[in-house]
């Protein structure tokens, strides 16, 4: 018998760490990733019960998610929702990035959502709803902000891809949509705008993307939203 499970990624700290916590308050069982087994561990603790597991993955390293997405499958596992949150970021001078950090930052934000999707399909609900976490950095007409080229055009592309995946996916019954998010108070923020003072906890946001994720796909599909109250 399969049972239903909420896919979360970037579960280590900030948003990803919040909306693991707040999707297992509400109740559904949460597989949380990321690459600090010690945060997850702290994440599972807090939590306080088997609805919540976690696996210790480098989305980059292709062969160990194959081999997490089996492992899934032969749990019986179908995925309801699944937020694809796990970012990287490097602010550094467009000419002063080197080809590794470009291709690191490619990797975690654009690559590993692309090929994680393709390879958790197969374990897909009936009428799953994948949340592709981008920035409005990444979106089209917002202001951008010198130093997050690589981290900004990630996020473009990742909005994209949502509508590509749509079109493409959609008519299986399959929900995918993109929230740009403005600045909340998180480790990343501070990279990206030291000492910037955000209005918006991890909190508050995981709050307002677990409501989006589990009531939003009867009524938006294939979208990119801004969801931002100050600049940055």
């Known amino acids: 018998?399969?049972?239903?499970?909420?896919?979360?990624?970037?579960?280590?700290?900030?948003?990803?760490?919040?909306?693991?916590?707040?999707?297992?308050?509400?109740g559904h069982h949460v597989v949380a990733t990321a690459r600090s087994e010690s945060k997850l561990r702290q994440l599972a603790e807090e939590c306080g019960d088997d609805r919540l597991e976690f696996e210790v993955l480098d989305l980059g390293d292709r062969e160990a998610v194959q081999q997490w997405a089996n492992r899934l499958k032969d749990k019986g596992y179908r995925?309801?929702?699944?937020?694809?949150?796990?970012?990287?970021?490097?602010?550094?001078?467009?000419?002063?990035?080197?080809?590794?950090?470009?291709?690191?930052?490619?990797?975690?934000?654009?690559?590993?959502?692309?090929?994680?999707?393709?390879?958790?399909m197969p374990l897909y609900s009936d009428d799953v709803h994948v949340v592709n976490i981008s920035s409005m950095g990444g979106y089209q007409g917002s202001q951008k902000f010198p130093g997050l080229t690589a981290y900004s055009s990630s996020k473009a592309a990742v909005a994209s891809?949502?509508?590509?995946?749509?079109?493409?996916?959609?008519?299986?019954?399959?929900?995918?949509?993109?929230?740009?998010?403005?600045?909340?108070?998180?480790?990343?923020?501070?990279?990206?705008?030291?000492?910037?003072?955000?209005?918006?906890?991890?909190?508050?946001?995981?709050?307002?993307?677990?409501?989006?994720?589990?009531?939003?796909?009867?009524?938006?599909?294939?979208?990119?939203?801004?969801?931002?109250s100050t600049t940055p």
């Open 1 to 26: 018998m399969s049972k239903q499970v909420v896919l979360v990624t970037g579960a280590s700290r900030g948003i990803g760490y919040a909306l693991a916590l707040e999707l297992h308050r509400r």
């Open 79 to 120: 995925i309801s929702h699944m937020i694809n949150n796990a970012g990287s970021l490097v602010n550094k001078p467009f000419a002063d990035i080197s080809p590794y950090e470009l291709r690191r930052v490619y990797e975690v934000n654009v690559f590993s959502v692309f090929e994680l999707i393709q390879k958790v």
């Open 161 to 228: 891809l949502t509508e590509c995946l749509q079109e493409e996916l959609g008519e299986r019954g399959w929900t995918f949509n993109a929230l740009c998010l403005g600045a909340v108070q998180t480790e990343m923020l501070e990279e990206a705008f030291p000492g910037f003072a955000a209005p918006t906890t991890p909190g508050e946001m995981a709050t307002f993307i677990a409501d989006f994720a589990e009531g939003s796909q009867k009524f938006i599909r294939g979208k990119v939203l801004p969801i931002s």
